[in-house]
């Protein structure tokens, strides 16, 4: 059966399934893509920072499928932040990935250091209201970073895209997100496969038939969050798109919502990363 899609305040809807290209090399990148589409998956997440904006684009024209039968995300990178940087950098963006509007630009990193993000973000509802990018957000900002955008743009942005993973679960973030009517996306999905050797993981996996992968994508879904799982490998590609049609119990979710690791954060602090 079909992925589920998650409604956006501004009333556009995101599969809650997508494929992310985070260090996938860029002469790897169209290929990756191109086996991700044709497994089925209709979301892709890239970002200036990964350099690959121009094979994802190369996948989409070589798809065959139409424009409005994906949704691309990218990121505005910390080095372009402020309101005319920020124009430029969409637009070198969109001539890498070839497309003449992008369903969802996010600003990738707050760096409260730089003190730029709130003007970035007025850049993202310029490109908005001119219709160059359907949907506007942000990525890595905190309850406080997300409080001054609102407060001082008048706009609550419509997705935060968080490390998010068993183990880091952002209990607190997405309580607030969801007050606020936030999408939560989730990176590291997969904790960027450290969670997969886990003995409860492993024991829900073996009771469902299925594999460790697919069962943390099985408890995003189910909890609500958008998630992005990245691989290289086709059959892990495919695996790791084969999430429906079976369900967790409530059990099973509490006990992965329970499970904790030595390291809960394996990315930067949003806080101080970028300064
Ligand atoms: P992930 O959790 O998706 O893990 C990917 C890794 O897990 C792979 O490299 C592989 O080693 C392993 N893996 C994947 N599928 C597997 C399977 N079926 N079986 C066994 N191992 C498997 O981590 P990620 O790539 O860091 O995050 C996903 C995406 O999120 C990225 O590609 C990128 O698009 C996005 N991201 C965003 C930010 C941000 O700051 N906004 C940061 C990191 C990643």
Redesign the pocket.
Same mark, same amino acid.
């Given at each position: 059966s079909a992925i589920p899609t998650i409604v956006l305040s501004d009333g556009r809807q995101i599969p809650q399934l997508g494929f992310?290209?985070?260090?996938v090399e860029p002469d790897e990148a169209q290929r990756v893509v191109e086996e991700a589409l044709t497994v089925g998956y209709r979301s892709i997440?890239t970002a200036t920072l990964y350099g690959n904006e121009d094979g994802v684009g190369r996948a989409l024209a070589n798809s065959g499928l139409r424009r409005n039968e994906v949704f691309v995300t990218t990121?505005l990178w910390n080095d372009d932040q402020g309101y005319d940087e920020t124009l430029r950098a969409f637009d070198a963006s969109m001539n890498r990935l070839g497309l003449d509007h992008l369903d969802l630009y996010l600003v990738?990193?707050p760096v409260p250091s730089l003190g730029r993000y709130v003007d970035s973000f007025r850049a993202l509802q310029k490109l908005r209201d001119d219709g160059r990018v359907k949907s506007i957000g942000v990525? @890595?900002f905190t309850e406080e970073a997300i409080e001054r955008l609102i407060a001082e743009t008048g706009e609550v942005p419509a997705l935060n895209?968080i490390e998010l993973?068993p183990g880091f679960t952002q209990t607190e973030l997405r309580a607030y997100h969801m007050g606020r009517g936030i999408a939560t996306e989730a990176? &590291?999905? *997969?904790?960027?496969?450290s969670v *997969?050797g886990d003995p409860t993981i492993e024991a829900i996996a073996r009771t469902h038939g299925r594999?460790p &992968?697919q069962i943390v994508l099985r408890w995003h879904l189910q909890i609500g969050t958008i998630a992005?799982?990245?691989?290289v490998t086709p059959s892990?590609i495919a695996? @790791?798109f084969e999430v429906m049609g079976f369900r967790l119990g409530p059990d099973e979710i509490d006990a992965i919502d329970g499970l904790r690791f030595d390291v809960g954060r394996l990315?930067p602090d949003p806080e101080t990363f970028g300064a």
């Open positions: 992310g290209v985070y260090k997440d990121k990738h990193w990525s @890595n895209q993973h990176w &590291a999905p *997969l904790g960027q496969g *997969l594999t &992968a992005i799982p990245k691989s892990r695996e @790791n990315g």
